[in-house]
């Protein structure tokens, strides 16, 4: 399975590190990360320079730009609907100032950044979800973009790439978060009965409202390696069975082993691997 | 005496209300229950099958919890599995099939949480549910009896109408599960009930559920008759309606930002500007 092949294995003695896209200057007193891992420290600039991943194969987290940044042709990414933020329809105490916190930590409005986007030259839309706002909760916002992601997607007749992280329903926004997971499940199946593409990526953490709604409604699910991917955490899962979990459950690996994602692509190959779908799947592709 | 958001939780927990199997028996007759996903087992905790609402074909959904100590362990306490959403698909599809009009009883803290439940996908069958059901071209009602928790709830409630009991509650997370999460205390479930709005008084307001249905003489004959008219009703406007599907996305597609109900009030915004000027 060359999907799964992610991790960098050395050809011969001259890349013991693995094989790495170009040598990377390193500054002595550069600041590194340690990889949860392998235990390893790791220079940013060639954390950065390898996707956010680590040579061992482990994934880091990425900021939804970083990701349209290294997924996306180079400038080709259209953000829209950027306006759109949540209001706090409930009242809900101290919702407004978390929203302001988040806000200036993460430099997001909202928790999902949608646009138009050409990769590897086909053009579509896509939505990345991101982590550092509030876990990528869904509100009514998140539920909004999205959702007119893919009605302007099936308009202009273009298919759907979506990175989802996602901690679930936003519950700040009560039972009109709830109702996103209905809102946008729709959208997606207009999308598709318009006979469009849709191909959620699932990364690290995607959980509960979001699994149970557009994370899994793709044509074509792909996965990251190792990512958390369930509807009920697996804290409470435990806590309710009182049963020690299996070993990987709610990860990537064990989705694919249970049949419900299609493909597990570490980051590295993603860019390629949605380039050849997307051509798989143009409206002008050849004839046989 | 009002009663607070807590009480009605309390209320809509409550041992003695009646359960999916009281509803199915006191307004419709000649109920048969089906069972099974045809993929893989029967979930005890949804009772589906065919019966007459008066001379109606009609397709009933319903999540029973149970009585009884065993068979509340039996049904999972009313959470259902992925294998009973998957039923519930089904029969909603074979419903479509015979253009029988659906009505789903909802009463549920939410759905199953295990390992196994997890390993058989229930993100997925609840997707799946909430998608199909967007385009299923029959009416689907749903009436939430009791407890509407998230996403186990929603499954079956992607309905043209939906109506809550008096005291039943509808919310995207449990009151002590959002206490534990705000405030590490899940003691202080009955300060978060008030936060999450989750009332039918609340979702009535926030435009969630189209009606309240009262319980007066709740689980007596004269109660369920009283049902099973505004059944017959509105199945008799939703049959007419040509725009049915349309008009089931678009139901759902107004819940955002724009419409907010503060913004709509025009009291409030009187105010507002009065205090700009």
Redesign the interface.
């Known amino acids: 399975m060359p999907l799964l092949s992610f991790t960098h294995r050395p050809q011969n003695e001259l890349e013991k590190e693995g094989r790495m896209a170009a040598p990377i200057q390193e500054d002595a007193g550069e600041p590194e990360k340690t990889c949860p891992n392998c235990r390893k420290p790791i220079p940013l600039s060639r954390l950065w320079a390898n996707h956010n991943t680590c040579p061992c194969g482990y994934h880091f987290r990425m900021t939804a730009r970083q990701r349209i940044h290294f997924i996306t042709d180079k400038d080709s990414f259209f953000e829209l609907f950027c306006g759109?933020?949540?209001?706090d329809?409930?009242n809900?105490?101290?919702y407004t100032q978390k929203m302001e916190t988040v806000c200036a930590a993460s430099g997001e409005v909202e928790a999902v950044v949608c646009g138009i986007a050409a990769i590897g030259g086909y053009d579509c839309c896509i939505f990345v979800m991101e982590s550092y706002f509030m876990m990528g909760s869904m509100g009514?916002?998140v539920?909004?973009k999205i959702?007119s992601l893919f009605e302007f997607a099936q308009q202009n007749r273009l298919p759907v790439i979506g990175y989802t992280v996602s901690g679930g329903?936003r519950?700040q926004?009560?039972?009109?978060?709830?109702?996103?997971?209905?809102?946008t499940?729709?959208?997606?199946?207009?999308h598709?009965?318009a006979g469009l593409l849709y191909i959620p990526v699932l990364t690290d953490p995607t959980t509960?409202?979001v699994?149970?709604?557009?994370?899994?409604?793709g044509d074509i699910i792909l996965a990251e390696p190792r990512a958390t991917i369930?509807?009920?955490g697996a804290r409470?899962?435990e806590q309710?069975?009182r049963?020690p979990?299996?070993r990987g459950?709610?990860t990537a690996e064990?989705l694919l082993e249970?049949?419900?994602v299609d493909a597990i692509v570490p980051r590295h190959t993603q860019k390629s691997v949605l380039t050849k779908l997307l051509k798989m799947h143009h409206p002008m592709r050849g004839t046989a | 005496m009002n009663k607070t958001a807590y009480d009605k939780v309390k209320i809509a927990r409550g041992n003695d209300r009646p359960t999916g199997l009281d509803f199915i028996r006191g307004i419709f007759t000649d109920f048969l229950e089906l069972h099974g996903d045809r993929r893989y087992s029967d979930d005890a905790a949804i009772v589906a099958g065919v019966a007459f609402l008066n001379s109606l074909p009609v397709t009933v959904i319903a999540i029973e919890k149970g009585r009884s100590a065993k068979e509340r362990t039996l049904r999972s306490f009313g959470s259902p599995n992925p294998e009973g959403y998957r039923k519930a698909l089904r029969l909603m599809k074979q419903a479509e099939k015979f253009k029988r009009p659906i009505i789903c009883f909802v009463d549920t803290s939410g759905?199953y949480?295990?390992?196994e439940?997890?390993?058989?996908?229930?993100?997925?069958a609840?997707?799946?549910n909430?998608?199909?059901m967007?385009?299923l071209n029959v009416p689907i009602i749903s009436i939430l009896i009791g407890e509407g928790g998230?996403?186990g709830a929603?499954?079956l409630a992607?309905a043209d109408r939906v109506y809550m009991l008096e005291n039943a509650v509808?919310?995207?997370?449990s009151p002590e599960g959002?206490a534990n999460?705000?405030w590490k205390d899940p003691s202080k479930a009955a300060q978060a009930a008030a936060?999450?709005?989750?009332t039918a008084q609340?979702?009535l307001y926030?435009g969630?559920i189209e009606d309240i249905l009262s319980e007066t003489n709740l689980g007596e004959s004269t109660f369920y008759q009283r049902i099973k008219e505004k059944l017959l009703h509105e199945l008799d406007v939703l049959n007419m309606d040509p725009k049915l599907l349309d008009n089931?996305?678009k139901r759902?597609?107004k819940?955002?930002?724009?419409n907010?109900?503060?913004e709509k009030d025009p009291a409030e915004k009187d105010t507002i500007q009065g205090s700009v000027e």
């Open positions: 759109i933020k949540a209001a329809p409930l809900f105490p101290g009514t916002a539920g909004e959702t329903a519950m926004e009560g039972i009109l978060s709830l109702m996103q997971m209905a809102k499940s729709g959208a997606v199946k207009r598709s009965d509960g409202g699994t149970a709604s557009f994370a899994m409604e369930g509807f009920a409470i899962v309710t069975t049963k979990l299996p459950f709610q064990f249970h049949g419900f | 759905a949480c295990g390992i439940a997890e390993a058989h996908g229930q993100g997925q609840i997707a799946e909430l998608m199909t967007m385009t998230s996403g929603l499954a992607v509808y919310s995207v997370i959002c999460i705000l936060c999450l709005k989750l609340d979702a926030y969630i089931r996305y759902f597609r819940f955002g930002m724009q907010d109900p503060k």
